[in-house]
C-alpha cells in the first residue's frame, strides 16, 4: 500500500500528532525524509512514484501543458500523457487485485488506468461507496475528505483485500495552514489514526507513506509574463503547478516557470531581463535543467526559471504583489517529503527518492 499525503512537507509530521506512525518506524521500519522530482508539483510526482521513474521517461512534466507549434494548451487531467508504465498495470499483468483511491478525481483520470477498484471522492461512485460501507464524500476541499480517504483505503483492505492499494489526499489544508496548526495536526491525525488501523487489519501489509512535494509560506509572487509582455518580450510562460484547484493556489503561484521564446526573440535579451529579476534564483537552458533534474528536454520550454524560497510565480493583474496567507510549491525547497514504511521490502538506505517506493520492486 502506498499512500500520498498530499503536500505534507516533513516538517508537518512529529511524535505528537504522529505517535503511531513514529512507533511502527521504530518496530517494524523506518521514517526519513527523501527527495521527490522537479518540477514539486502533483502530477509529475505521481507520475514518478507510480512508475519509479524520472520525469525523463515519464514524460510528466507538469499539470498543464502547452504545444509550441500549435499553441494548444491544457490541464492535463486524462490518460494519454503518461508514457512510463505504472506498478498499477504491472500487478494487473501478473492477475493481481489493484485499488486506486484518490480525492482529486485528475490523479485517478492520469492514472488508473488498469486498477480494478476506483475510489474518486471528486467524482464518486455510489455503487463502489456502497459496497465499500462508506458515507458520501464530502467536499474535496472539506478537512475531512482526509480522512474519508483513509477509511476508503480501510475498508478496502478489510472488504476486498487487493494486492495493492495507491491512496493520495488532497493538499488543500496544507496549502492554507503551516506545520503546528490546529488544522494541519488534523491532517496528519486522520492519516496517523488510519495507518494503524490499517496496519492493525493486516500486520503483513506493506506501507509506505510518502508526499509528492512539501509546501512552504511565500511572502511576494511575481507574474513575470506581465513583466515581460511590458518589456516587449515575446514569449509563452508556463507554470507547471497550473491546475483547477483553485482553491489551493487562486493566483497558480508556483515556484518553477517553463519559459518559451517565440520565434525571433533573442535569447541575449529574455536573458539580460529575466537577470535583473531579484526573486529568481536560478534560469536554466533546457539543456541544463533536463540533465539536472532528469527533464525530457522537448517538453520543458527554451528555458526554466527557479525563484527563491520566499517568492513564487502567479497569475494576477500587475508585476509584483506581497501576500501574507499564500502557502505553495514546484521549486527546490518543496522538493523534501518524509517517507514512512512499516514492514518495508528492502533496507532503508534504499529509498533515497519517493520514486525508490516502487523503483525498487520494479527492478
Known sequence: ?????????????????????????????????????????????????????????TKVVGNY????????????????????????????????????????????????????????????DRQIIERLGLPMPPAIEDGTSTKWIMQAALA??????????????????????APGTPEADEQVRYVNEYIRKIHDANPELRIYLTADHGMNQKTALINFQNMADNAG??????????????ANHIYQECGIMYIYLDEGQRAEEFLAF???VPEIERILTKEDAAQEFRLPEDAIGDYVMLLKKDYGFGEFDGGRI????????????EREVPLFAVNPQFPESSYQYSKDIVGNMMK
Not at 30 to 50: E, Q
Not at 107 to 124: E, M, R
Not at 156 to 177: A, G, S
Open 233 to 246: 518580450l515575446k514569449l509563452y510562460c508556463l507554470p507547471p503547478l497550473k491546475d483547477r484547484y483553485v
Open 1 to 57: 500500500m502506498i499512500v500520498v499525503f498530499d503536500g505534507c512537507a516533513p516538517e508537518y509530521l512529529n511524535e505528537r500528532n504522529a505517535p503511531d506512525l513514529f512507533e511502527l518506524a521504530r518496530t517494524d521500519g523506518f521514517l526519513k525524509t527523501v527527495k521527490g522530482v522537479i518540477p514539486s508539483v502533483t502530477n509529475v510526482n505521481h507520475a514518478c512514484i507510480l512508475s519509479g521513474k524520472f520525469p525523463e521517461e
Open 156 to 177: 478496502c483492505v478489510e472488504k476486498e483485500n487487493p494486492d495493492f492499494i495507491y491512496c493520495t489526499t488532497n493538499d488543500y489544508v496544507f496549502h492554507h495552514y
Open 322 to 333: 506581497e501576500v501574507k496567507d499564500v502557502r505553495t510549491h514546484g521549486s527546490l525547497y
Open 65 to 124: 501543458y502547452y504545444n509550441p507549434q500549435t499553441k494548444e494548451e491544457g490541464f492535463i487531467e486524462e490518460r494519454g500523457f503518461m508514457k512510463a508504465p505504472t506498478v498499477i498495470q504491472a500487478y494487473r499483468n501478473a492477475g493481481k487485485k489493484t485499488a486506486f483511491l484518490t480525492v482529486k478525481g485528475k490523479v485517478l483520470g492520469v492514472y488508473g488506468d488498469g486498477t480494478d477498484i476506483a475510489v474518486n471522492a471528486q467524482d464518486p
Open 274 to 276: 529575466a537577470e535583473g
